[in-house]
């Protein structure tokens, strides 16, 4: 990520055994750039305050890694905390000997020396890890801390868009600026539909050739759509588009009923799944916290994720099935029958996307909630993506979750959780569970 910051900060004395002080600290600043391109080192372990202030003046990181390759007391942990706000990794190494000698390191009680200090100076919300950087466990943790801090910075210059209101009913889509901004830093950008739908009307066949062509090659049989909703379709997809472009805008959040189906007579369905397969995320029924959450996952695997309510339940096979009516991007389709395309299920009006999803070994179901006081918190589930072929009219998914299905769906209908969730093709909870925190937000986890 451009200008994206990583500054690892491994401090100790110079009392311990420095030979072993010295190989942590080289395998150590291995396995970070292992991970990242954005990583600031010092040339050695730094073993007093006057090294440490030296080397961290000036920088302006976006995550600290805190080291203890030695024991150091609260004074250095200190130092940080003045100089720096930004999210901190707390990391101990193992003692690398037990052999009834010396102790070679004491990461461990300068661990507790440091996390003491940032209780009592408000800075509790770090993360831990305790291991050593040959570990794969230590570069797992350490992987989904910095890709969460990647997605907290980017989260600051990320502007969205809503594209007319929540129908009735749907409330809890509805964000506003300053929240959004608040809370994650985000811009929010504001335009109606009926705007967009005037540009897609005032547009040239030949200003959009391109756009079908694109179209035709995603999806599978738009050519038995009537010529007049690919028309439309075509339209008003390059309204979005450029409306998108122009802004800088990488998450929409849009209105489609009534309006697409009685003003304009084409639904904008085939539109959001074009656009979600060029990894823009895009939600409907104007639900913005749909399609941050979407963008979020997005983000952290560099896929596409699915849009949908969760419909149906199956308690033998421990499976729950997402779905929506048609607007999933046409990569996410299974490769036996690939992008098809269809009606709407309700208004018999097309295109719009009828398929199943493909498989995956590992989906996360991800929604970014509101509680009743405003504060939002983080729906995590685990799982798998079962290949099952289309469930119902427009394009589903269906999921088998880790923890007992029943028990999942039960649970996060009495916890008040919207009815949109995000399906993302990846296990990314650890990656969320660490935004969260960073964010400061309730995880809740499935």
Same mark, same amino acid.
């Given at each position: 990520?451009?200008?994206?910051?990583?500054?690892?900060?491994?401090?100790?004395?110079?009392?311990?055994?420095?030979?072993?002080?010295?190989?942590?600290?080289?395998?150590?600043?291995? %396995?970070?750039?292992?991970?990242?391109?954005?990583?600031?080192?010092?040339?050695?372990?730094?073993?007093?305050?006057?090294?440490?202030?030296?080397?961290?003046?000036?920088?302006?990181?976006?995550?600290?890694?805190?080291?203890?390759?030695?024991?150091?007391?609260?004074?250095?942990?200190?130092?940080?905390?003045?100089?720096?706000?930004?999210?901190?990794?707390?990391?101990?190494? #193992?003692?690398?000997?037990?052999?009834?000698?010396?102790?070679?390191?004491?990461?461990?009680?300068?661990?507790?020396?440091?996390?003491?200090?940032?209780?009592?100076?408000?800075?509790?919300?770090?993360?831990?890890?305790?291991?050593?950087?040959?570990?794969?466990?230590?570069?797992?943790?350490?992987?989904?801390?910095?890709?969460?801090?990647?997605?907290?910075?980017?989260?600051?210059?990320?502007?969205?868009?809503?594209?007319?209101?929540?129908?009735?009913?749907?409330?809890?889509? #509805?964000?506003?600026?300053?929240?959004?901004?608040?809370?994650?830093?985000?811009?929010?950008?504001?335009?109606?539909?009926?705007?967009?739908?005037?540009?897609?009307?005032?547009?040239?066949?030949?200003?959009?050739?391109?756009?079908?062509? !694109?179209?035709?090659?995603? %999806?599978?049989?738009?050519?038995?759509?009537?010529?007049?909703?690919?028309?439309?379709?075509?339209?008003?997809?390059?309204?979005?588009?450029?409306?998108?472009?122009?802004?800088?805008?990488?998450?929409?959040?849009?209105?489609?009923?009534?309006?697409?189906?009685?003003?304009?007579?084409?639904?904008?369905?085939?539109?959001?799944?074009?656009?979600?397969?060029?990894?823009?995320?895009?939600?409907?029924?104007?639900?913005?916290?749909?399609?941050?959450?979407?963008?979020?996952? %997005?983000?952290?695997?560099?896929?596409?994720?699915?849009?949908?309510?969760?419909?149906?339940?199956?308690?033998?096979?421990?499976?729950?099935?997402?779905?929506?009516?048609?607007?999933?991007?046409?990569?996410?389709?299974?490769?036996?029958?690939?992008?098809?395309?269809?009606?709407?299920?309700?208004?018999?009006?097309?295109?719009?996307?009828?398929?199943?999803?493909?498989?995956?070994?590992?989906?996360?179901?991800?929604?970014?909630? #509101?509680?009743?006081?405003?504060?939002? #918190?983080?729906?995590?589930?685990?799982?798998?993506?079962?290949?099952?072929?289309?469930?119902?009219?427009?394009?589903?998914?269906?999921?088998?979750?880790?923890?007992?299905?029943? !028990?999942?769906?039960?649970?996060?209908?009495?916890?008040?959780?919207?009815?949109?969730?995000?399906?993302?093709?990846?296990?990314?909870?650890?990656?969320?569970?660490?935004?969260?925190?960073?964010?400061?937000?309730?995880?809740?986890?499935?």
């Amino acid at each position: 990520m451009k200008n994206f910051k990583v500054i690892f900060v491994p401090i100790g004395v110079p009392t311990f055994h420095l030979e072993s002080a010295n190989d942590q600290f080289n395998k150590s600043v291995e %396995m970070i750039k292992s991970i990242t391109d954005c990583g600031i080192y010092p040339e050695a372990p730094l073993l007093s305050i006057d090294n440490l202030k030296a080397f961290i003046k000036g920088e302006n990181p976006d995550l600290v890694i805190l080291q203890n390759t030695t024991f150091a007391n609260s004074a250095y942990a200190s130092e940080v905390v003045r100089e720096y706000d930004c999210p901190i990794v707390l990391w101990t190494l #193992r003692e690398p000997v037990i052999d009834g000698g010396r102790l070679r390191l004491n990461s461990l009680t300068g661990a507790y020396s440091a996390g003491n200090l940032f209780h009592h100076t408000g800075r509790e919300k770090f993360e831990y890890i305790f291991g050593a950087p040959t570990e794969e466990s230590t570069k797992i943790k350490m992987t989904a801390c910095i890709k969460a801090a990647e997605i907290k910075k980017d989260l600051r210059s990320l502007n969205m868009a809503s594209i007319g209101h929540t129908p009735q009913g749907f409330g809890f889509g #509805r964000g506003l600026d300053a929240e959004l901004l608040k809370n994650f830093g985000i811009n929010l950008i504001s335009i109606e539909a009926r705007e967009l739908i005037n540009k897609a009307k005032a547009y040239k066949e030949e200003e959009y050739t391109d756009l079908l062509e !694109e179209a035709n090659k995603k %999806m599978v049989g738009l050519c038995n759509t009537p010529s007049e909703n690919v028309d439309k379709f075509v339209r008003v997809y390059k309204a979005y588009k450029d409306f998108v472009e122009q802004n800088n805008i990488k998450a929409i959040a849009s209105r489609c009923w009534p309006d697409y189906f009685v003003e304009y007579g084409t639904p904008v369905c085939g539109a959001l799944a074009m656009l979600n397969e060029n990894l823009v995320a895009a939600s409907c029924e104007a639900d913005l916290m749909g399609a941050l959450s979407m963008y979020i996952g %997005m983000k952290l695997t560099g896929s596409h994720a699915f849009f949908g309510d969760p419909v149906s339940l199956d308690e033998n096979k421990n499976t729950v099935t997402y779905w929506h009516c048609g607007t999933a991007a046409c990569s996410l389709a299974r490769e036996d029958k690939g992008a098809e395309v269809g009606v709407h299920p309700n208004r018999k009006i097309g295109p719009t996307m009828e398929f199943g999803c493909k498989a995956a070994e590992h989906v996360t179901v991800f929604r970014i909630g #509101r509680k009743p006081n405003g504060e939002y #918190r983080f729906f995590i589930a685990k799982g798998e993506a079962l290949d099952e072929p289309k469930q119902f009219l427009g394009t589903s998914v269906v999921v088998k979750t880790e923890n007992n299905s029943l !028990e999942v769906i039960e649970n996060s209908v009495k916890d008040g959780w919207e009815p949109h969730f995000a399906v993302v093709y990846g296990d990314i909870a650890k990656e969320l569970e660490i935004l969260a925190n960073l964010l400061n937000m309730e995880v809740c986890k499935y």
